[in-house]
């Protein structure tokens, strides 16, 4: 059974960048043709997709929030990350990672505070 | 604002059928599946359908998807008390080099 599992900083400054790791289990990342992404939840709204990127290394991003992020893949690991640069206050949410539209995290909640 | 217009809110009586609208255009749902989504309180979404009318393994067929033209809709028929979470729709979108959008999310209340 796949799984996937975020870590990562709870608590992040503002002006700073936001890293996250996705580390899959029960699968490879670079043996099936996937998307693996980023949505997040800011406290009591609905969800909003950061970007994703394929197997194969192309990346497609969120048109408000592309100048600011960056998603990558570690093979070797088996794992993906997001990097938020320049966060504020309304980049606090939960931030799920994901296999295409079917398989995530249990999420993570990030604040943004000084 | 999203993308995909879903109302904020549905309600229906045990064993009731209720469906939850999602809205979109011609670069979104118009051209691409639709996914529906479930969110109990306190936990991450769960795939309820993918591919505008497919349910993953384990999803009761209660629940049962359709799309027509830019607009999809979720249907669950015979209402549970367990039902009662937050629903989303979402689809790829093929306009500014790609990407997801979402609806705003329906809140269903089983009264």
């Known amino acids: 059974q796949l799984q996937l599992q975020e870590s990562g900083p709870g608590l992040v400054k503002p002006s700073e960048t936001l890293s996250l790791t996705c580390t899959v289990s029960?699968?490879?990342?670079?043996?099936?043709?996937?998307?693996w992404g980023w949505i997040r939840q800011p406290p009591g709204k609905g969800l909003e997709w950061i970007g994703s990127?394929?197997?194969?290394?192309?990346?497609y991003y969120n048109p408000s929030l592309k100048s600011r992020v960056t998603i990558s893949v570690d093979t070797s690991k088996n794992q993906f990350s997001l990097k938020l640069s320049s966060v504020t206050a309304a980049d606090t949410a939960v931030y799920y990672c994901?296999?295409?539209?079917?398989?995530w995290g249990q999420g993570t909640l990030v604040t943004v505070s000084s | 604002q999203s993308v995909l217009t879903q109302p904020p809110s549905a309600s229906g009586t045990p064993g009731q059928r209720v469906t939850i609208s999602c809205s979109g255009s011609s670069s979104n749902i118009g051209s691409n599946y639709v996914y529906w989504y479930q969110q109990l309180p306190g936990t991450a979404p769960k795939l309820l359908i993918y591919s505008n009318n497919q349910r993953p393994s384990g999803v009761p067929d209660r629940f049962s998807g359709s799309k027509s033209g830019t607009s999809a809709s979720l249907a669950i028929s015979g209402l549970r008390s367990e039902d009662e979470a937050d629903y989303y729709c979402a689809a790829w979108d093929d306009s500014l080099s790609g990407h997801v959008v979402f609806g705003g999310g329906t809140k269903l209340t089983v009264l």
């Open positions: 994901l296999r295409g539209f079917d398989y």
């Open positions: 029960g699968g490879s990342i670079s043996s099936s043709s996937y998307y």
């Open positions: 990127i394929y197997y194969s290394g192309s990346t």
